[in-house]
């Protein structure tokens, strides 16, 4: 009897400090960015000043992770200078921003002294395409070796758009990728949020949640905010999730 009690009681005290050095610990997230166009810059590597390796961007530059307070992280990747920050605090939605990397190389000067096998042969064949290149028009085919290779075109080998092209479907197919294209990128965020990790393991802590009343809260708010997927803020979105999730 003893014993087993002895057991609980370390059990306990395990868990307890688990929790509080996951509660003393700082989270990150947000998107590694080039600092002067902006763009996302996907698998930034990140790691202590040290050099030990702590996360690394995914495909979209999103990163998050979890470190000490006081840790001094440096975000790294080739083409552009390390960025160090020592957050003390958690932090949604960085912007971490890395500068390009330009560096002048000296000049180099070729001398070209090495006459190939076949040179002279090779700069007629040049001088030959340059001479049929320079005529005004030239539809090739027309010509009689390639008439049964090749569909005749209009005049010298025109491209028709307009009407003819709405006709095929080319413009609807391009302006329809272009709104999917659109669609994903204002999307972005809230997807994130919905398939992190970190945030169901915050919400379940939080809320004292199973994974069964986490995924049918999930539900919930999907049905319950349904503009919440063009929200460009993590926190604003973790907050109606709160919310909802709250409400029984």
């Known amino acids: 009897m003893n014993r087993k009690l002895l057991l609980i009681c370390i059990a306990v005290l395990l868990l307890c400090s688990a929790e509080k050095a996951q509660s003393q610990s700082v989270y ?4 590694a960015r080039d600092s002067t166009t902006f763009d996302l810059l996907p698998y930034t590597t990140i790691h202590t000043n040290k050099g030990q390796p702590v996360a690394a961007a995914n495909e979209n530059g999103y990163f998050s992770f979890r470190i000490n307070p006081g840790d001094t992280i440096v975000f790294t990747r080739l083409g552009y200078k390390p960025v160090k920050i020592a957050p003390t605090q958690t932090q949604w939605d960085m912007n971490v921003m890395l500068p390009e990397t330009i560096r002048v190389l000296d ?65 609807r197919e391009r302006r329809k990728m272009s709104t999917n294209k659109a669609e994903l990128v204002r999307t972005q965020v809230y997807y994130e949020v919905m398939q992190s990790m970190q945030v169901k393991e915050y919400l379940v802590n939080l ?3 199973t994974d069964d009343q986490y ?11 349904p503009t919440a997927v063009y929200l460009q803020s993590r926190e604003e979105i973790i907050r109606l999730m709160v919310e909802s999730f709250a409400t029984k």
Do not use: C
């Open 28 to 31: 990150l997230s947000g998107y």
């Open 107 to 171: 000049q180099v000067v070729i001398y070209d002294r090495y006459i190939i096998n076949g040179h002279e042969q090779i700069q007629k064949s040049l001088k030959e395409d340059a001479a049929q290149q320079a005529t005004p028009f030239k539809n090739e085919t027309a010509s009689p070796e390639n008439t049964n290779r090749m569909i005749q075109t209009f005049g010298p080998g025109m491209v028709i758009t307009g009407a003819l092209s709405k006709l095929l479907g080319t413009d």
């Open 207 to 209: 809320l004292s949640l």
């Open 215 to 225: 995924y049918k809260s999930l539900e919930k708010f999907k049905v319950t905010y």
